[in-house]
């Protein structure tokens, strides 16, 4: 007896019951029912909302997996353990010790996110008396993302549950939603545990306990700490990593989001699918020059100088702004999502540029938030039907207006 | 023999859950919102919205056939005015620091769409012993949602109650701190308290399902 029909007997049994919807799913997430309709002509579709999220994951693995070598490469060069990597294939950037720390710092992450979110899910599933929906896939890859390393299991947890009763459920579940999930999530940690979120200790794995432990007066060891590269310019400091450094993602952040490499591959995957907007993408990926070039003009014009706070991060040129910090996993990943970004083709231009624009602006403005990418990719999110709004208002307005002059 | 009639006792209970001024009529959100983030200020702000309303229905009943209507709004504002005036100036006599803290809500109580409203809708049309039950229980209402919401958001916050710390030292980790607790500094801005009352509006219409609106 196969695996497929043994899950399709439990589900048989199950059929009616309250659990029905937790065995419903479990057997559509690895196989096509057996169910088919008996009337009628019907199209078939294979980009079903399961196909569409399984390639949003799957352009996210490469991230996942340069992450977890990434976090163990961090953890040992803030050591002083081993050479900094030279470029993107660098010696002692791919080594099983890398991937090892790695791999036991972020898959509990994975895990969890998945665990509490995917649960949550099923309750609300069960409670209302639907189907699971598909929608926690991507939330729960994007959201071990978009943390540090060493951010708390617990805190997490507590997050997800946030995150998906408050940011979807309440509103309807899976496309009801006006907020993108994963980021009312890492807004929650951000807002409720800003100490776990920001600084310089956090990026690294293992820094913040090195403190602790230092503060206990263990004085055999040496403090270890990475600043981002945008904490960095923030203080008017300046950094050491070179502009190949920040491209290829050898550098501290977030898990996922550091290699801007990996993520162009991904969103060339995402286009090619047609699963993600390259209209938003576009766009946002303007919308962030356009603020650059305008702070470039206003230091060129001498308005601001060194003396000013604002200083480091306006004097960064245009086009860094997108290798530096996570505009670019924001515009592909974060901002592309169909629920809850615009709906209309010129609405997508609007809400692309305007997230790239507002994002840049909160990052130089506000040294607090450096990194203000998902506040903004958010405050559109509640936008997006204010633009759509207008746009198809527009439209109509065109329209009647051709229709006038043909009358007359 | 009760203490109150069945319609009086409606008075009073209705408004604490099934009518409840905060969660069901949406009134007076922009106080709970702000002055939430620990229990204590909860506590002085419910008894000072209930000596208000109390008194200040009482006093509007004794005078509803004497007022003209059309200047009955400012009347309702001069008496309301009058009586935060006291409740401002005993605070600041007896409570000065926690005054300071409540600073200019104590003062807006006069603008609290409660009060207003049930100046309005009730004391104006019913005999002062009703209004003044009328007025305690929509207090009671009020300042229940306040208590529960302020308790949550100062237990999550801070980890203390009533300024008593429950959780242990954050700072010398005892306590569920030991463990890795940390306090959610969410809990303390006012959008935290939006979705606080927001889950309680939840709860409350789960559990009466007449409450819910199509």
């Not at chain 1, 230091?299 to 670019?328: C, N, R």
């Not at chain 1, 198809?392 to 043909?406: A, D, I, P, S, T």
Request: aromatic content about 12%; proline content about 3%.
């Amino acid at each position: 007896m196969s695996l497929k029909s043994k899950l399709h007997e439990i589900k048989e049994s199950f059929k009616g019951k309250k659990m029905a919807p937790a065995f419903n799913a479990l057997h559509t997430f690895l196989y096509t029912p057996n169910e088919v309709t008996h009337n009628g002509t019907h199209i078939k579709a294979v980009d079903d909302l399961k196909r569409t999220m399984n390639t949003v994951i799957i352009a996210l693995v490469p991230c996942l997996i340069f992450g977890i070598f990434n976090a163990g490469y961090q953890h040992y060069l803030a050591q002083g353990m081993i050479e900094a990597a030279d470029g993107f294939l660098g010696a002692s950037f791919w080594t099983w010790d890398n991937f090892e720390i790695g791999a036991w710092t972020i898959l509990p992450l994975v895990v969890v996110s998945y665990g509490v979110g995917l649960l949550v899910e099923f309750i609300f599933a069960v409670i209302k008396g639907h189907e699971v929906e598909e929608g926690y896939l991507v939330t729960g890859m994007l959201v071990p993302l978009i943390v540090p390393v060493d951010i708390p299991l617990w805190m997490l947890a507590v997050a997800v549950v946030f995150g998906v009763v408050i940011g979807k459920e309440v509103f309807g579940g899976t496309g009801m939603n006006i907020l993108n999930p994963a980021l009312t999530i890492r807004a929650f940690l951000f807002f409720a545990y800003p100490t776990w979120m920001s600084g310089d200790k956090v990026w690294v794995h293992g820094a913040v306990e090195r403190d602790q432990m230092i503060a206990a007066g263990q004085t055999n060891l040496d403090a270890i700490s990475g600043e981002t590269i945008l904490g960095t310019y923030a203080q008017n400091g300046v950094t050491n990593y070179d502009y190949w450094d920040m491209f290829w993602g050898i550098i501290p952040g977030s898990v996922g989001e550091t290699s801007k490499f990996l993520i162009i591959i991904g969103a060339a995957f995402l286009i090619f699918s047609k699963i993600g907007s390259w209209r938003i993408m576009l766009s946002t990926v303007i919308g962030a020059l356009a603020m650059g070039l305008i702070f470039n003009a206003v230091v060129d014009a001498g308005i601001i100088t060194e003396s000013s706070k604002f200083y480091g991060l306006m004097d960064v040129p245009f086009w860094q702004h997108l290798i530096i910090g996570s505009i670019l996993f924001g515009a592909v990943y974060m901002a592309t999502d169909p629920v809850s970004a615009a709906q209309t083709n010129k609405g997508k231009w609007i809400y692309g540029f305007l997230i790239g624009f507002i994002s840049i602006m909160i990052r130089v403005f506000n040294p607090a938030y450096p990194e203000g990418v998902f506040l903004a990719i958010l405050l559109m999110n509640v936008f997006a039907p204010t633009i759509d709004h207008y746009v198809v208002q527009g439209n109509v307005k065109k329209r009647m207006k051709r229709l006038k002059v043909k009358a007359a | 023999m009760a203490l109150l009639s069945k319609k009086d006792s409606k008075l009073l209970k209705d408004p604490l859950l099934d009518n409840n001024p905060i969660t069901i009529q949406v009134l007076g959100i922009c106080s709970a919102l702000a002055i939430t983030a620990e229990l204590k200020a909860s506590i002085v702000m419910t008894v000072s919205v209930l000596f208000v309303m109390g008194v200040g229905n009482v006093v509007i009943s004794l005078m509803r056939n004497i007022i003209p209507s059309k200047i009955r709004i400012i009347v309702q504002l001069v008496v309301v005015a009058s009586l935060v005036i006291i409740v401002d100036q005993v605070l600041k006599a007896f409570a000065y620091e926690l005054s300071k803290t409540l600073s200019v809500f104590v003062g807006l109580i006069i603008t609290n769409c409660i009060i207003m409203g049930r100046f309005e809708a009730f004391a104006l049309g019913n005999g002062p012993y009703r209004s003044f039950l009328d007025g305690i229980g929509n207090a009671a209402g009020y300042g229940f949602i306040l208590i529960l919401v302020g308790f949550f958001r100062e237990l999550l916050g801070s980890g203390t109650l009533l300024g008593i710390s429950v959780l242990g030292d954050p700072i010398a980790k005892t306590g569920l701190y030991a463990i890795g607790y940390e306090n959610n500094g969410f809990m303390l801005l006012s959008p935290m308290a939006l979705i606080v009352v927001g889950l309680i509006i939840w709860v409350q219409r789960a559990r009466n399902k007449d409450l819910i609106e199509d």
